[in-house]
Nanobody, 123 residues
Framework: VQLQAYGGGWVQAGGSLRLSCVVSLRTFNSYTLAWFRRAPGKEREFVAASTRSAGMTDYADSVKGRFTISRDHNANTLYLQMNSLRPEDTAVYCC?????????????????WGQGTLVTVSS
């Protein structure tokens, strides 16, 4: 398995969770890595991205100011710190890799996907 997400669970609204994605790939810093989510009955959507070598971060408007994406280069791990969680954040969250030299948060730019982890936020 090359991308493995962990850390999902149940939390009350206003709470926090941290998701981890272990990346079993060489040249970890060479890729754009991102989090996407799929809520029940909805299409998969972009959440946050960290470009190669963590040069830039990008967030969906719905999570700006509440979620933070980061990388641990030594551990080859991508994180998503989620604070002030809302019921509408309930979804399966997955991590993905892009090898493209041009950045985009369009799902079509990502060629490798990990299995997801479920986050449930109760009101």
């Amino acid at each position: 398995v090359q991308l493995q997400a962990y850390g999902g669970g149940w939390v009350q609204a206003g709470g926090s969770l941290r998701l981890s994605c272990v990346v079993s790939l060489r040249t970890f810093n060479s890729y754009t890595l991102a989090w996407f989510r799929r809520a029940p009955g909805k299409e998969r959507e972009f959440v946050a991205a960290s470009t190669r070598s963590a040069g830039m971060t990008d967030y969906a408007d719905s999570v700006k100011g509440r979620f933070t994406i980061s990388r641990d280069h030594n551990a080859n791990t991508l994180y998503l710190q989620m604070n002030s969680l809302r019921p509408e954040d309930t979804a399966v969250y997955c991590c993905a890799r892009s090898r493209r030299s041009v950045y985009s948060n369009n799902q079509g730019y990502f060629d490798l996907w990990g299995q997801g982890t479920l986050v449930t936020v109760s009101s």
